[in-house]
């Protein structure tokens, strides 16, 4: 096969690619079918990497701009809330979720990138492969995350499935008892409860109220945005610790999946939701991010979990 045979075929195969990566210094942006996603950023002044923006597979920006952008009359509380991430406010006594370098009590961890390992397309996912190291303020290394991002080509949906292992650098690593984490996304304000949006559990219990604290397989929040009604779901991975997990769902946008935070969510001080792991062992996380049209029940969203507790092993 000649040269430009060759090229011919290799521009072929990257047209027909339905999840394509691009990698730049600090920051790898997918898209799907030609159509923007989101971007993982890994550097800058950023103390941990997080996705931003999150668009629906019609181009709706679900996520909220701020603090990455500042746009009038969009909401500026909680700066470290970054798009999607993934931080726990107690790891040896050190926050690492409401860790943005401003000025503020306590002991802030970091998380830096180690290595970005693989970064692939394809024509029905495309994957990204990483790993990160959770630091304390004086440097000494606690964690080292490793994670898988799989990101799945549809023609209405848009789907990462997110496969996190923990492993223990220091002697002992406590995740300690706290609703300040864990695995989080921040809703664009027309979202929230507070503007209408509406939060469901898979017990069919809906609103902050019923949702917030309580253990399920799955939340789903949605709300009508430019127009038209799109929502967002996190899955649980049967397989996780203490499945299903808890939830810190806030009428205000926050939405995060937290298996520790028991003495908040109970309102009992007596319990302890906290996992200790030692040098060298490893705590593995599982989770699907489902963007979707339609409500919860439109889009069947219990059917779509069900699918994947079956399918992802």
Do not use: C
Not at 38 to 59: E, N
Not at 92 to 112: C, L
Not at 250 to 269: C, P, T, V, W
């Amino acid at each position: 096969m000649n040269k430009a045979l060759i090229l011919l075929f290799t521009l072929a195969l990257a047209l027909s690619a339905q999840v394509a990566m691009k990698q730049e210094a600090g920051n790898i942006t997918v898209t799907i079918d030609g159509k923007p996603f989101t971007t993982l950023y890994t550097g800058g002044d950023a103390p941990k990497p997080y996705l931003h923006p999150l668009l629906t597979a019609d181009g709706i920006r679900i996520s909220r701009l701020f603090p990455m952008e500042k746009v009038d009359g969009e909401t500026k509380d909680h700066p470290h809330h970054r798009g999607l991430w993934y931080t726990h406010g107690d790891v040896n006594g050190v926050d690492f979720w409401m860790n943005e370098k401003v000025p503020q009590k306590g002991r802030h961890g970091i998380i830096d990138t180690e290595k970005i390992s693989k970064v692939k397309g394809g024509k029905k996912e495309g994957t990204i492969e990483a790993s990160f190291i959770w630091k304390a303020p004086e440097g000494e290394a606690l964690l080292r995350e490793s994670r898988i991002m799989v990101f799945h080509a549809d023609p209405k949906l848009r789907i990462i499935d997110f496969d996190v292992t923990f492993t223990a650098l220091a002697d002992s690593v406590k995740f300690g008892d706290t609703k300040e984490g864990f695995f989080a996304i921040r809703l664009r304000d027309e979202m929230m409860q507070r503007k209408g949006g509406t939060l469901v559990n898979a017990s069919g219990a809906k609103g902050m109220r019923e949702v917030w604290g309580k253990a399920s397989p799955w939340n789903d929040y949605h709300s009508t945005v430019e127009g038209k009604v799109v929502g967002v779901a996190i899955f649980d991975h049967p397989s996780n610790p203490k499945h299903p997990t808890y939830w810190h769902s806030r009428d205000y946008g926050l939405f995060a999946a937290n298996a520790f935070g028991e003495h908040d969510f109970f309102n009992d001080k007596t319990r302890d939701g906290s996992i200790t792991i030692k040098k060298g062992q490893k705590l593995r996380f599982r989770y699907r991010v489902l963007i979707h049209p339609g409500t919860t029940e439109e889009a069947g969203v219990a059917n779509l979990f069900a699918d994947y507790a079956k399918k992802v092993k």
